[in-house]
């Protein structure tokens, strides 16, 4: 829909992603349950779990670009239905195929609503850009984090199914809302660039090198973090607090740091927070006492509550205002790749050398992509009509 510019994003668009989130959140806590229950196989396992990324990254590369043609409202409707399907279908389905369709719809969904929403955010807020983008990080942590527990009562209260059927409505009542939301549409859909010309903007290649590096720490932490604790004899219960402790400090600084960003500039925040967390990454390794690890986590988060808004708001500054959500659509794509091969490598490397050389391998290869991305930033020319953050950096 389209009309006069409103005075911020629709508040429905921070309720569904935190909705989206809990979702997501909600399958970690309860997959194995369900393998258990209806007997797939850790094949089986690996497909449901990896469904979403995949489709996830297909739909972020493939149908973002839409949202910059004029069908944005019609891509935060349609990743709402979708997500809402699948998640309705974890929780009436009982094979493993039914489960695998369910999470490839989820992350269409997602990777259709995720780059749209941030658009409509970034369509209206003007020099708040960094902290609404900041506000909407926090919903989707903030979500994901509540997803596990919120879930495993849900579980123990009414069965495995309870949380997605209950979820998949709280889902499915958001959707009249989603529609009448004022979404600013582009005024010039036929300038939208293909994706190949978005890449090659060095910029966006900047920015994108730090959101990759940024989801390789989460590759790793979703691949090992509860092993790393189990293996220090730490309980179930207390690995669900831990995940708490990262979550909801983040959750709490994210509109800090994208307030951050607006002020000092996306790219310089994100390498700046980006560089905090390096030395963190190599910690991990060295600490085995559980309370020292926390301390650790809460510096993680904060820093991790700068980095989110600054990668996504150097990327709207770097790609032209006609491509806000092909270049967040990119940005996510990234991070989804770059997640999946961490989480993929973590665990066999984590067997093989252990904790120490894992993450000290990790925080190198963040180091290099910190360079990578200030070495492109550099190379980033003034872009027509949009300022970039050169100055500030």
């Given at each position: 829909?389209?009309?006069?510019?409103?005075?911020?994003?629709?508040?429905?668009?921070?309720?569904?992603?935190?909705?989206?989130?809990?979702?997501?959140?909600?399958?970690?806590?309860?997959?194995?349950?369900?393998?258990?229950?209806?007997?797939?196989?850790?094949?089986?396992?690996?497909?449901?779990?990896?469904?979403?990324?995949?489709?996830?990254?297909?739909?972020?590369?493939?149908?973002?670009?839409?949202?910059?043609?004029?069908?944005?409202?019609?891509?935060?409707?349609?990743?709402?239905?979708?997500?809402?399907?699948?998640?309705?279908?974890?929780?009436?389905?009982?094979?493993?195929?039914?489960?695998?369709?369910?999470?490839?719809?989820?992350?269409?969904?997602?990777?259709?609503?995720?780059?749209?929403?941030?658009?409509?955010?970034?369509?209206?807020?003007?020099?708040?850009?960094?902290?609404?983008?900041?506000?909407?990080?926090?919903?989707?942590?903030?979500?994901?984090?509540?997803?596990?527990?919120?879930?495993?009562?849900?579980?123990?209260?009414?069965?495995?199914?309870?949380?997605?059927?209950?979820?998949?409505?709280?889902?499915?009542?958001?959707?009249?809302?989603?529609?009448?939301?004022?979404?600013?549409?582009?005024?010039?859909?036929?300038?939208?660039?293909?994706?190949?010309?978005?890449?090659?903007?060095?910029?966006?290649?900047?920015?994108?090198?730090?959101?990759?590096?940024?989801?390789?720490?989460?590759?790793?932490?979703?691949?090992?973090?509860?092993?790393?604790?189990?293996?220090?004899?730490?309980?179930?219960?207390?690995?669900?607090?831990?995940?708490?402790?990262?979550?909801?400090?983040?959750?709490?600084?994210?509109?800090?740091?994208?307030?951050?960003?607006?002020?000092?500039?996306?790219?310089?925040?994100?390498?700046?927070?980006?560089?905090?967390?390096?030395?963190?990454?190599?910690?991990?390794?060295?600490?085995?006492?559980?309370?020292?690890?926390?301390?650790?986590?809460?510096?993680?988060?904060?820093?991790?509550?700068?980095?989110?808004?600054?990668?996504?708001?150097?990327?709207?500054?770097?790609?032209?205002?006609?491509?806000?959500?092909?270049?967040?659509?990119?940005?996510?794509?990234?991070?989804?790749?770059?997640?999946a091969l961490a989480a993929v490598a973590a665990a066999p490397v984590y067997e093989r050398v252990?904790?120490?050389?894992?993450?000290?391998?990790?925080?190198?290869?963040?180091?290099?992509?910190?360079?990578?991305?200030?070495?492109?930033?550099?190379?980033?020319?003034?872009?027509?009509?949009?300022?970039?953050?050169?100055?500030?950096?």
């Open positions: 829909m389209t009309g006069s510019r409103p005075s911020g994003p629709p508040a429905t668009l921070y309720v569904v992603t935190g909705a989206l989130a809990l979702s997501n959140g909600a399958v970690f806590a309860l997959l194995a349950d369900f393998q258990d229950r209806f007997g797939f196989s850790s094949l089986g396992l690996g497909l449901v779990a990896g469904a979403a990324f995949a489709s996830g990254f297909a739909a972020q590369v493939g149908l973002a670009p839409y949202a910059d043609r004029g069908h944005a409202h019609r891509l935060l409707i349609a990743g709402l239905v979708s997500a809402a399907v699948g998640t309705l279908l974890m929780g009436v389905g009982s094979h493993v195929a039914v489960f695998v369709v369910a999470r490839l719809l989820t992350g269409i969904g997602y990777g259709m609503y995720i780059p749209a929403a941030r658009r409509a955010v970034i369509g209206v807020a003007g020099a708040q850009a960094g902290s609404l983008l900041g506000r909407l990080t926090s919903f989707s942590v903030g979500g994901f984090v509540l997803g596990p527990p919120l879930a495993g009562l849900a579980a123990d209260v009414a069965g495995p199914r309870a949380p997605f059927l209950l979820l998949a409505a709280v889902v499915l009542v958001c959707v009249p809302g989603v529609v009448r939301a004022e979404v600013i549409e582009s005024s010039r859909p036929q300038d939208a660039s293909s994706v190949r010309q978005l890449l090659a903007l060095p910029g966006l290649q900047a920015a994108v090198a730090l959101g990759a590096a940024f989801y390789l720490a989460i590759g790793v932490f979703e691949a090992i973090w509860a092993r790393l604790l189990t293996d220090l004899g730490t309980s179930t219960r207390t690995i669900g607090f831990s995940l708490l402790a990262f979550g909801i400090p983040m959750a709490f600084f994210a509109p800090i740091g994208g307030r951050l960003a607006d002020r000092f500039g996306g790219m310089r925040t994100a390498t700046i927070s980006m560089v905090v967390t390096v030395p963190i990454m190599v910690a991990y390794g060295q600490i085995e006492a559980f309370w020292g690890l926390m301390v650790v986590v809460f510096v993680h988060a904060v820093a991790d509550a700068t980095t989110s808004p600054g990668a996504q708001l150097a990327v709207s500054r770097a790609a032209p205002p006609t491509d806000a959500a092909a270049a967040q659509g990119i940005l996510e794509a990234a991070g989804f790749l770059m997640a252990g904790a120490g050389a894992l993450f000290a391998g990790a925080a190198a290869l963040m180091s290099l992509l910190v360079v990578v991305a200030r070495l492109r930033h550099r190379a980033s020319p003034t872009l027509p009509g949009m300022a970039i953050e050169g100055s500030a950096a």
